[in-house]
């Protein structure tokens, strides 16, 4: 039986605590040391019984057994500083979403994972959950034929508490392109491939703030894929990723509505029900087309996350989100508000 890993959490904010919950039931790892500032960390680290420490430079400097990786549950900004402190000290490192603020610094941290070897991971935790394992599978079948199109939407209700309590959420860099696309661009990524164009409309007129509350988005991917995507924080709607998969149960659930639908020439996927669509004989929209539900656990990504990250530690597994796989995303994402902003198809190939 392998010897558990012993992993630091550097962020003891609300994912950071997720992550540390995950770590403590897990049979593969345990919690090396908890890695912040403030006095709320200090004293979880304490109820663990676990080393603190106010900063990773002295984690990583301390005379006792190194950590044998490191989740970064920063705050964005901190995200390439301290992954870069990691890969200094030979530390494979889990990367909270998104990789970082900006294209150029998700670059250097590409570029100097691939240089030196020293794993990355990006926490995109969609990504190991089971209803995109099995929606990714099933487009890779075959079994919708050529994929010709994708439909997404993100609509759904911030409530007001969530601006009054944060104001700069009402002002540019606080909207739902900046804050929620990221994690629908990384899903349509992995199901469809890169994206090479965008363009957008985006529209504040609902709440008035500076920042957009909707977005309409055209999608250009890298193998002819075209695809559209709503994204709205102000739509009473059921159709987001969170109040259709179930994957968090902190959101309302509707087991009945889809936010994806992949066509391609011999069928069609809607995710997550799972809900495939195929052409029984001739195809033609006067021909029957057979319903399927494809099956699926239920099991919870951030524990799969988890598990993946202690095999890539081990040598057993290569990154699933590799640092190129973040900046692809984030660089799709900033993409898509350059498009809004300006009126312009803004093009990634």
Known sequence: MSVALRLAVAGAGVIGRAHLQRIVASPD????????????????AADLGVPWYADLAAMLSEERPLADGVILATP?????????????????????????????????????ARRTGVPVLVGHHRRHGALMDAACRAVRSGRLGRLVSVTGSATFVKPDSYFTDAPWRTQLGGGPILINLIHEIDNLRALVGNITAVQAMASSATRG????????????????????????????SPRSWEQTSAENTAYDHHADQDCYVLAGTHGS?????LSLYEFEGERS????MRRQSLPVDTVD??????????AVIRG????LVSADE?????????AVAEAARTGQLVSLA
Do not use: M, Y
């Open 29 to 44: 790892c345990a919690v090396h040391s908890v890695v912040d500032p403030t006095p709320a960390a200090k004293s979880l």
């Open 76 to 112: 964005n900004a901190l995200h390439v500083p301290g992954a870069l402190q990691c890969i200094d000290a030979g530390v494979p490192v889990l990367v909270e979403k998104p990789i970082a603020d900006t294209v150029a610094d998700a670059q250097r941290l590409a570029d100097t």
């Open 209 to 236: 703030f500076e920042v957009e509350d909707t977005v309409a988005i055209s999608l250009r991917f890298a193998n002819g894929v075209l695809g559209s995507f709503l994204l709205s924080d102000c739509a009473a």
């Open 301 to 310: 990504p951030l524990v799969r996350q988890l598990a993946h990250f202690c």
């Open 269 to 273: 996927l809607q995710v997550p029900t």
């Open 316 to 319: 057993q597994a290569e990154p």
């Open 326 to 334: 973040g900046l692809a995303t984030l660089r799709a994402a900033l």
């Open 285 to 288: 929209w006067f021909a029957p």
